[in-house]
């Protein structure tokens, strides 16, 4: 059984607001694709599946960018522009990892109380997906 803690978080100007359940944030992820190395966001390393989002407030304050391959929805703010999450759209045939459509990685800047700073950062090779 895991432990899971809920965690709130937001985007800066805080139209949307969320909860969601993790097993406690202890590393980070950067992807080095070009929207991410552009964003500069550090996500979370796992993917949380959709029930582990437990409440999007302003969810008609987000908007959806794609691009590529369109594997990726890529969620930001109207109002600050920032990205407080990605979700999976369809997982590249070469992808090895766990993720699966629907599946969430979250903007760790955004979560209340988090040092992203203090965290494991692994680099991950979006660029060739």
Request: net charge neutral; charged share 20%; with cysteine.
């Amino acid at each position: 059984m895991s432990n899971k803690t809920t965690y709130q978080a937001s985007c800066h100007c805080g139209a949307v607001r969320f909860r969601f359940r993790s097993e406690e944030i202890t590393k980070g992820c950067r992807c080095n694709c070009s929207i991410c190395v552009r964003k500069g966001i550090v996500t979370s390393a796992a993917y949380l599946p959709p029930e582990d989002l437990e409440q999007i407030e302003g969810t008609s304050s987000l908007a959806l960018y794609q691009f590529g391959d369109k594997d990726v929805n890529h969620h930001f703010c109207r109002t600050c522009g920032i990205c407080p999450f990605v979700t999976v759209a369809a997982v590249p045939p070469t992808y090895g990892g766990t993720a699966k459509p629907g599946y969430y990685r979250i903007n760790l800047g955004c979560v209340e109380s988090l040092d992203v700073y203090a965290l494991d950062i692994e680099i991950i090779d979006g660029r060739s997906l």
